[in-house]
């Protein structure tokens, strides 16, 4: 499983992606990859550089229009207000997730799927609605015996999906299967079912979280996804009804869920089909109530947290605030950011439960504090299929210092980190933590502090109780420059992925990657029996605790400065970002691509207009082609500005 060579993820994909050379296209997106191979070191640059669209099952007509079409309500990364060309298809605005009222124009629309009772009942009224279409399901069996003569040259695993679609179902022998739910993307859910199926010969059940079917049903208009939902995971006879359709030779696994909207849901599948605690971590709200979470790794893991209130009234808040010193001025100081006001004291003013950074205000004075507080009140709760609202908000004291995020694979509370990432947030568009790089870091730096971060995510997540699976947790590190002692204290803990593409340069600069850690963990080999013979499987033995890498990388994120209709695509610009030497594959997003389209100015993760991986084994090369491609992004588009 540890493969060598940029974006050549097993021997079933294309060795560099790419299709013949060809140029730009003022209709098509800006889709280069620049092909490497690696000896371990050093690292041996191609200068042919390709632009065109990959090779692989992650273009595929079809799963490119399952990805794009629910982008939003998935959270997937960048450019996610225009990604398909019709922008109705996947705006997830606050109505929806609020009352999941349908505006479809669609001639052919579900009876009755638009619902103002928010709350239970309504989902409850869903569920009766569906009960006609049964919730059953939905096996994919694993590939064997593979004919690699029979497909042609350069096969993908999609080729071989399709071609051997028809596998007979195992008869009379025990098969492992792993559940994945809300499995849409095709560089997280989708890749983990076909290693899972093809290196790992197990099989795979995909079921739909409450929130994804719900959004489906009565955003979307859509019926033919039902058989997919869950059961009723309160009604014992619904349950066992689905698990009875389950063959006898399965034995499941674990459970991965890619959404954060189905979280919680996926929690209580494995405490329902008692997984919990043979290959599951039972349910847990504290994993994902942010106030929850810094009180129990404080409590019950004994580590440093920031301050914190989760405050009901506006009054509240502002007491909190002001306890940490907050005045009712912003205090000035010479060479302050101007997005942020006064770099004295600051505090944090966030949703309960959230991702990427939405609704996370930084205040500087009590009149902001009041501003993001009566923002989030009231507002709907991301992913809730009962369309809650939070009805409280959390106030932190800001921690100073650099923020990290490390991908952490658990078996059996075995833990391991598959990569550990810096971020590189800046205050820009008037928005305080804008993302411009995430960073690879190696944990064997001298004088670093990632082993520090790795020990105390560990510690954390132990006190959340995370024994199984993959977590992406969020820490600021400071380092004291009297004592140059290290503080780390928690951001959040997500049990899921880091929602990028990150297998390619995780693969090429670490030798491995999360996902495949993640089917070593559930799938793999208990270490009683004989090594599986598949040449590809990763052995959990094998990866170490913490990752060292052998490259520079990182991805960087294409931030938008304007706004308005653009008018003009430089792309002199983005041939000379496509000639900087670490970049490795690169992507603007194809709704900007074309003069006319709007665009707006990047103030979060799903904002932005595109990205690039860059990977140097010479450091200084690497970071004065992040800082050239910093520069450079400023330039990419011009537009008519809107009125305001």
């Known amino acids: 499983a540890i493969t060598s060579g940029y974006c050549n993820k097993s021997n079933f994909f294309v060795n560099g992606w790419s299709l013949p050379p060809r140029r730009f296209h003022h209709n098509a997106q800006f889709h280069l990859h620049k092909p490497l191979s690696t000896n371990n070191s050093p690292l041996l640059h191609s200068k042919e550089k390709v632009i065109g669209l990959a090779n692989n099952d992650r273009n595929s007509e079809t799963n490119t229009r399952r990805f794009s079409y629910l982008t939003n309500a998935l959270n997937a990364r960048g450019g996610a207000d225009d990604e398909v060309e019709n922008k109705a298809d996947v705006d997830v605005d606050e109505d929806d997730i609020a009352i999941m009222e349908s505006d479809s124009d669609d001639e052919e629309s579900?009876?009755?799927?638009?619902?103002?009772?928010?709350?239970?009942?309504?989902?409850?009224?869903?569920?009766?609605?569906?009960?006609?279409?049964?919730?059953?399901?939905?096996?994919a069996w694993p590939i064997t015996d593979i004919d690699m003569d029979m497909l042609g040259d350069n096969p993908t695993l999609a080729d071989i999906d399709n071609d051997y679609s028809n596998q007979p179902i195992p008869k009379d022998q025990p098969t492992k299967a792993i559940i994945i739910m809300d499995g849409f993307s095709p560089y997280h859910g989708q890749y983990l079912s076909h290693m899972a199926r093809h290196i790992y010969g197990a099989a795979v059940i995909h079921v739909l979280s409450d929130f994804m079917v719900r959004y489906l049903y009565q955003v979307q208009q859509q019926k033919d996804h039902l058989s997919s939902r869950l059961p009723d995971l309160?009604?014992?006879?619904?349950?066992?009804?689905?698990?009875?359709?389950?063959?006898?030779?399965?034995?499941?696994?674990?459970?991965?869920?890619?959404?954060?909207?189905?979280?919680?849901?996926?929690?209580?599948?494995?405490v329902a089909l008692g997984l919990y605690p043979r290959c599951h971590d039972?349910?847990?709200?504290?994993?994902?109530?942010?106030?929850?979470?810094?009180?129990?790794?404080?409590?019950?893991?004994?580590?440093?947290?920031?301050?914190?209130?989760?405050?009901?009234?506006?009054?509240?808040?502002?007491?909190?605030?002001?306890?940490?010193?907050?005045?009712?001025?912003?205090?000035?100081?010479?060479?302050?950011?101007?997005?942020?006001?006064?770099?004295g004291v600051l505090v944090v003013v966030?949703?309960?439960?959230?991702?990427?950074?939405?609704?996370?205000?930084?205040?500087?004075?009590?009149?902001?504090v009041k501003k993001a507080f009566e923002k989030i009140l009231q507002s709907p709760v991301f992913g809730s299929s009962t369309a809650a609202k939070h009805e409280q908000v959390l106030?932190?004291?800001f921690a100073t210092g650099v923020e990290y995020a490390v991908d952490v694979v658990c078996r059996d509370g075995e833990r391991k980190a598959a990569a550990v990432w810096r971020y590189d947030k800046r205050a820009v568009n008037g928005a305080p933590f804008v993302y411009h790089a995430t960073e690879l870091v190696s944990t064997d730096n001298e004088g670093g502090v990632e082993e520090d971060v790795c020990s105390y995510i560990f510690d954390a997540l132990d006190a959340l109780g995370v024994r199984w699976g993959l977590s992406h947790v969020e820490v600021i590190a400071e380092t004291s420059p009297e004592t140059g002692k290290i503080r780390v204290r928690l951001v959040e803990v997500n049990c899921r992925q880091h929602n990028t593409d990150f297998i390619p340069l995780t693969n090429a600069c670490v030798g491995y990657n999360a996902l495949d850690m993640v089917l070593a963990a559930h799938l793999g080999n208990d270490g009683d029996d004989d090594v599986n013979s598949h040449s590809q499987e990763l052995q959990w033995d094998s990866i170490p605790v913490l990752p060292t890498t052998r490259a520079y990388g990182a991805i960087v994120h294409f931030v938008s400065h304007v706004?308005?209709?653009?008018?003009?695509?430089?792309?002199?610009?983005?041939?000379?970002?496509?000639?900087?030497?670490?970049?490795m594959d690169m992507h603007v997003y194809p709704q900007f691509m074309e003069v006319g389209?709007?665009?707006?100015?990047?103030?979060?993760?799903?904002s932005d207009s595109g990205w690039a991986h860059l990977m140097n084994d010479d450091e200084e090369e690497f970071r004065r082609d992040y800082a050239r491609l910093v520069e450079l992004m400023k330039d990419m588009f011009e537009v008519e500005e809107e009125d305001e």
């Open 110 to 139: 579900v009876d009755e799927s638009t619902d103002n009772t928010i709350g239970e009942n309504a989902m409850k009224e869903l569920r009766r609605k569906w009960s006609s279409t049964q919730a059953a399901p939905s096996i």
């Open 234 to 270: 309160e009604n014992g006879d619904d349950v066992e009804a689905w698990s009875s359709l389950l063959p006898p030779s399965l034995e499941i696994c674990g459970i991965y869920c890619e959404s954060d909207s189905g979280l919680d849901d996926a929690e209580r599948l494995g």
């Open 282 to 343: 039972g349910v847990n709200n504290a994993r994902r109530d942010k106030f929850l979470m810094n009180q129990v790794v404080s409590e019950e893991g004994g580590l440093d947290v920031v301050k914190q209130k989760s405050c009901r009234t506006l009054e509240e808040a502002e007491e909190f605030a002001r306890g940490l010193g907050l005045g009712s001025e912003a205090e000035t100081k010479e060479g302050a950011d101007e997005d942020l006001g006064s770099p």
């Open 350 to 368: 966030k949703p309960l439960r959230g991702v990427a950074s939405d609704d996370v205000h930084l205040c500087s004075d009590i009149s902001s």
């Open 395 to 397: 106030v932190q004291e």
């Open 563 to 583: 706004k308005g209709t653009i008018s003009l695509i430089h792309y002199d610009v983005l041939e000379a970002m496509e000639d900087l030497a670490s970049v």
């Open 597 to 606: 389209n709007p665009i707006k100015k990047t103030v979060d993760i799903r």
